[in-house]
Each structure stands twice: as structure tokens, then as C-alpha cells.
């Protein structure tokens, strides 16, 4: 069974910055397709960012793009969510996904495709 836990949120003023980690743990980090996704109050969950195994491969939503930036350290068991310039909308609970089956362009980018979340940490960005 494969764990995954998120830290690092937190309150923040618009214009900030926060990183966010994410560890998994159960089975071999490597093998793992990873993304984060976020829900805020009242909207349905939406997918933020994901990442390959490699590292080499990464997405990222229209709403985040150039602003947030997705990374994993294989040896350290990391995935890490630098997130910039954060605006009020920003604003929802992020959640780490992990799966050691996803694969492809298109499953990658698909939240139902994920089988390990995190329990998630919140983010709000004040104006």
C-alpha cells in the first residue's frame, strides 16, 4: 500500500510564495507517476500539475502555468510544488496523487487514473 502525505501549506498575501512537499512512502518512489491537484470551496477538484517517473515529463494547467513549478527528487523521495506570484484564486486544499500504474500523456493528467492521495494540505492566498 502506497502512503502519500502533503506539507507545507499555509496563509500567504497575494503576490506570495509557498512550496509545497510530498512524500510516498510503500513502495519504490521511482516507479511512482505523481501530480498535484486541488479543490477549492464549492468546485470540483481540478488537476494542478503531474510529473513521470523520470522527472522529464511535466504538465501543467493553463491557470498555474509559468507561475508554479513541479519537481521530484528521486533519491530524497520528494515531489515539491513551488508555487509564485499566488493569487486569491489559488486559493483550495492541495492534494499529492501517486500511482505506480498511470501512465501515458493522457492518463497522467487524469485524477480518476490515481489510486494513493494524500489527506491534503490547504493554501489560501489572501488579497
Known amino acids: 500500500q502506497v502512503q502519500v502525505m502533503e506539507s507545507g501549506g499555509g496563509l500567504v498575501q497575494a503576490g506570495g510564495a509557498l512550496n509545497l512537499s510530498c512524500t510516498a512512502s510503500g513502495t519504490t518512489f521511482d516507479d511512482l507517476t505523481m501530480g498535484w491537484f486541488r479543490q477549492a470551496p464549492g468546485k470540483e477538484r481540478e488537476v494542478v500539475s503531474c510529473i513521470s517517473r523520470s522527472g522529464s515529463g511535466i504538465r501543467y494547467s493553463d491557470s498555474v502555468k509559468d507561475r508554479f513549478t513541479i519537481s521530484r527528487d528521486n533519491a530524497k523521495k520528494t515531489l515539491n510544488l513551488q508555487m509564485n506570484s499566488l493569487k486569491p484564486d489559488d486559493t483550495a486544499m492541495y492534494y499529492c496523487?501517486?500511482?505506480?500504474?498511470?501512465?501515458?500523456?493522457?492518463?497522467?493528467?487524469?485524477?480518476?487514473?490515481?489510486?494513493?492521495w494524500g489527506q491534503g494540505t490547504q493554501v489560501t492566498v489572501s488579497s
Open positions: 496523487a501517486a500511482d505506480p500504474e498511470v501512465f501515458g500523456y493522457d492518463d497522467e493528467w487524469d485524477e480518476l487514473t490515481y489510486n494513493f
